[in-house]
């Protein structure tokens, strides 16, 4: 069966959606796949798509789209989109959770080795053209925590094992195991003596009601003032206030924050200001194979669609 696919305008982490189209193509030779340049384009070419990808939706496309009955999105996250009324209309909605599990993970490591090996002052003095011995940790046998066991937290629990670490998972069910060394949940006792535990807290969750602000003053006080934070989640994941505060109070030994609250981080937010607070643009998604990962993704649905005639069994269905 030959489908109409609309690739919206809006790359992502600065790549363009042209490759993204051609990643499509390359998968799905006998569709009509175009790539719209401009918002006019959108709005014309939504009106006979029967599958749009790309980063988001809004309801204006969606009061177009007579035909669609499949939504790709290209984020892990779906927070941002319609989902009721693209579920009223009938629409089948995809994320890309897991594409970026590999890249993030391994962003994760550096920030955990360039914390436990003291990179960064090795930097500083390299820039100082200092050659002064200091003293250096190690990551074996530390405790790293890893909120969320999804694809990236798996991934990130993954790519720990060689190091000789405990870890503990948090999830929503700790019944269902994960693979950590110890799963808990996200409340209660088991929570506070994970944290009392904790080297590293790695946030690695979706934004939810649960996890909105769930690193707040009260977990900066159960946590060792030894203990590093490291953000791949969302900004409000942590407050944001208790973080400054516990950094300024000598309660926490740094942290690494690819996401912050408010984001963009202004430029005389004092985030910047601490000397053991390491921040990149949102970036740890980024990968050169992000488009192919989505691509696939997409190819794979469709086949299933063909073959099946319904949505039902979709990979990474969120509605």
């Given at each position: 069966m030959s489908r109409r696919i609309l690739v919206l305008k809006r790359g992502t982490h600065g790549m363009p959606m042209t490759e993204y189209a051609a990643e499509i193509r390359g998968r799905r030779p006998d569709d009509e796949v175009v790539r719209a340049r401009t918002r006019s384009e959108e709005l014309e070419r939504v009106a006979d798509a029967?599958?749009?990808?790309?980063?988001?939706i809004d309801e204006e496309l969606l009061e177009r789209a007579d035909d669609l009955t499949l939504f790709a999105g290209l984020a892990a996250g779906y927070e941002h989109l319609p989902l009721d009324d693209l579920e009223s209309r009938g629409v089948a909605v995809t994320n890309g959770s897991g594409i970026h599990a590999p890249n993030m993970a391994e962003q994760v490591l550096g920030y955990l080795l360039v914390s436990a090996r003291r990179l960064d002052e090795g930097w500083r003095r390299e820039q100082a053209r200092q050659w002064d011995h200091y003293r250096a940790g190690e990551l074996k046998d530390s405790t790293v925590t890893v909120v969320g066991l999804g694809a990236i937290g798996t991934s990130i629990v993954e790519r720990l094992e060689p190091f000789g670490v405990e870890t503990i998972?948090?999830?929503?069910?700790?019944a269902k195991g994960g693979p950590?060394?110890?799963?808990?949940?996200?409340?209660g006792p088991a929570f506070d003596g994970a944290l009392a535990r904790t080297d590293y807290l790695v946030l690695a969750c979706p934004l939810t009601e649960t996890?909105?602000?769930?690193?707040d003053e009260a977990a900066f006080d159960t946590l060792p003032p030894s203990a590093m934070l490291v953000n791949v989640a969302r900004g409000p994941v942590v407050d944001t206030d208790a973080l400054v505060d516990a950094l300024r109070g000598s309660e926490l030994a740094g942290a690494a924050l690819d996401v912050t609250d408010p984001e963009p981080l202004p430029a005389d937010h004092p985030l910047w200001g601490f000397e053991d607070v390491r921040i990149t643009p949102h970036m740890a998604g980024s990968t050169p194979h992000y488009y192919e990962r989505c691509a696939d993704i997409l190819a794979r649905n469709l086949d299933r669609l063909d073959e099946a005639g319904d949505d039902a069994d979709l990979e990474n269905r969120v509605r």
């Open positions: 029967d599958v749009v990808t790309g980063r988001a998972g948090v999830r929503y069910t700790p950590t060394d110890e799963v808990v949940g996200f409340e996890t909105e602000g769930l690193i």
